[in-house]
Each structure stands twice: as structure tokens, then as C-alpha cells.
């Protein structure tokens, strides 16, 4: 039983973190999603905003046929990425950002901090600027 984890804030609204979790559901058997949202300060109601699009993601991720869980986390997505991994193990971690380089995770080096921290695979799923609307 393959099991990611999966860091997203903002992007965890858009449609391609669905289509390349079914990908990776297809292809290697994924089977099981925990899901950290990062707090993010910039929100005007921070916990409100992360607890909203993660609990529209999990049952996004339930219909799809995941089993999935999720938490909230630290506004640091690198803390909050390893406060995840000291508490579970994963098959692969799956981190989401802009395309561009308006993503702040990127000019954070994100994927590459994770990458160092764990033997864990890392893999980046980039998304467009766009929002999606979350499936119903």
C-alpha cells in the first residue's frame, strides 16, 4: 500500500495536484493521501482558510478513492513538512507550487530542503496561476 504525503496550500484548490495524484494512483498503486496544510499568515482568517481547503481536499481525494487524511501545519511549509515525518512514514512526498516564480515555496528552495532531509522520493507538482473550482 503506497502512501504520499502531501504539502499544499493554495495550489490544493487547482485541478493538475488531482490529476497527477490520480497518475500516481494508475500508475504506482498509491493508495493512501495525508495531506498537511501549512497555516499561511497572509490569509485574513489563517486557520479558517488552511482547515476550509483541506477539508475540501480530502473529500475531493475520499471521491477519488484515496484513502485520506490531513492536518494542519506549521506556517513554515519546512517545518511543517518535517513535523509530518517525525510523526509517519511515507512512499513519497509530494509537494505543490505555482509554475512561476511567484511561488514563494520555490524561493524558499522547498523542494530541495526536503530532498536533503529525507531519503523520502520528492517530487514537485506545479500548477497554473488559475484557480480551479473543488470538485462537488
Same mark, same amino acid.
Not at 494512483?25 to 495531506?35: F, N, R, T
Not at 486557520?47 to 476550509?52: F, I, L, P, Q, R
Not at 509554475?99 to 530542503?113: E, F, H
Given at each position: &500500500?503506497?502512501? =504520499?504525503?502531501?504539502?499544499?496550500? %493554495?495550489?490544493?484548490?487547482? *485541478?493538475?495536484?488531482? %490529476?497527477?495524484l490520480?497518475?500516481?494512483?494508475?500508475?504506482? #498503486?498509491? $493508495?493512501?493521501?495525508? $495531506?498537511?496544510?501549512?497555516?499561511?499568515?497572509?490569509? @485574513?482568517?489563517?486557520?479558517? =482558510? =488552511?482547515?476550509? &481547503?483541506?477539508?475540501?481536499?480530502?473529500?475531493?481525494?475520499?471521491?477519488?478513492?484515496?484513502?485520506?487524511?490531513?492536518?494542519? #501545519?506549521d506556517?513554515?511549509?519546512?517545518?511543517?513538512?518535517?513535523?509530518?515525518?517525525? $510523526?509517519?512514514?511515507?512512499? &513519497?512526498?509530494?509537494?505543490t507550487?505555482?509554475?512561476? *516564480?511567484?511561488? &514563494?515555496?520555490?524561493?524558499?528552495?522547498?523542494?530541495?530542503?526536503?530532498? @536533503?532531509?529525507?531519503?523520502?522520493? $520528492?517530487?514537485?507538482?506545479?500548477?497554473?496561476? #488559475?484557480?480551479?473550482?473543488?470538485?462537488?
Open positions: &500500500r503506497m502512501r =504520499a504525503l502531501v504539502v499544499s496550500n %493554495a495550489t490544493l484548490e487547482h *485541478d493538475e495536484v488531482y %490529476a497527477a490520480a497518475e500516481h494512483q494508475a500508475k504506482s #498503486g498509491l $493508495v493512501s493521501v495525508h $495531506v498537511v496544510v501549512p497555516v499561511s499568515l497572509r490569509d @485574513r482568517y489563517p486557520w479558517e =482558510a =488552511a482547515k476550509e &481547503r483541506l477539508d475540501v481536499a480530502l473529500l475531493r481525494l475520499q471521491r477519488m478513492g484515496f484513502a485520506a487524511t490531513g492536518g494542519l #501545519g506556517n513554515d511549509p519546512f517545518l511543517a513538512l518535517k513535523q509530518a515525518l517525525d $510523526v509517519d512514514v511515507y512512499d &513519497r512526498i509530494l509537494i507550487t505555482l509554475k512561476s *516564480d511567484a511561488s &514563494r515555496w520555490l524561493r524558499m528552495d522547498l523542494i530541495s530542503r526536503a530532498s @536533503r532531509l529525507t531519503d523520502t522520493p $520528492v517530487e514537485r507538482i506545479a500548477t497554473s496561476a #488559475g484557480w480551479s473550482a473543488p470538485a462537488t
